[in-house]
């Protein structure tokens, strides 16, 4: 089943709630986009981490609330998704969200990732915030039950 190669790793105390029903989400992202569910890790972990990974494998000196490595192969969405607990935590607080919102927000973001989507112009910020809140509606709506 898809949802067998959907696991979530820890390194901090956080625990994401609803994580079933957020694996049966990533099914059906996929599956919309036309492909089938590789091996897909998520670790939640904290901001030193995240930069040292960002500064090792990216070249970036600067904390990030979410790093993609995809592994897809040809039509299987496959990677390792990597979140600062922190970050998510301080842009919750920020946005004014409960922090399982925001993590679910950045759980999607990575996901999207994977799928090909990018954020690196105006429009593309715009195209993969619209997804985010299509598919949060959606988790809400038909998975959160």
Same mark, same amino acid.
């Given at each position: 089943m898809a949802c067998q190669k959907i696991k979530i790793f820890y390194d901090t105390s956080y625990r994401f709630r609803g994580w079933l029903k957020f694996k049966k989400l990533v099914?059906?992202? @996929?599956?919309?986009?036309?492909?089938?569910?590789?091996?897909i890790n998520f670790i939640i972990t904290s901001d030193n981490y $995240?930069?040292? *990974?960002?500064?090792?494998?990216?070249n970036h000196n600067y904390?990030?609330?979410?790093?993609?490595?995809?592994?897809n192969s040809e039509n299987n969405i496959s990677g390792e998704i990597y979140i600062s607990e922190d970050t @998510?935590?301080?842009n919750s607080s920020e946005y004014n969200v409960p922090v399982n919102n925001e993590m679910l927000?950045?759980? $999607?973001?990575? *996901?999207?990732?994977?799928?090909?989507?990018n954020d690196e112009t105006e429009t593309?910020?715009?195209e993969m915030?619209?997804?985010e809140d299509?598919?949060?509606?959606?988790?809400?709506?038909?998975c959160a039950n």
């Open positions: 099914a059906e992202l @996929v599956k919309s986009e036309g492909k089938t569910v590789g091996e $995240l930069l040292t *990974i960002n500064k090792e494998f990216l904390f990030t609330d979410v790093i993609s490595f995809n592994y @998510v935590r301080k927000r950045v759980m $999607l973001h990575g *996901i999207l990732h994977l799928a090909g989507y593309e910020k715009q915030r619209h997804l299509k598919w949060i509606t959606f988790f809400f709506e038909n």
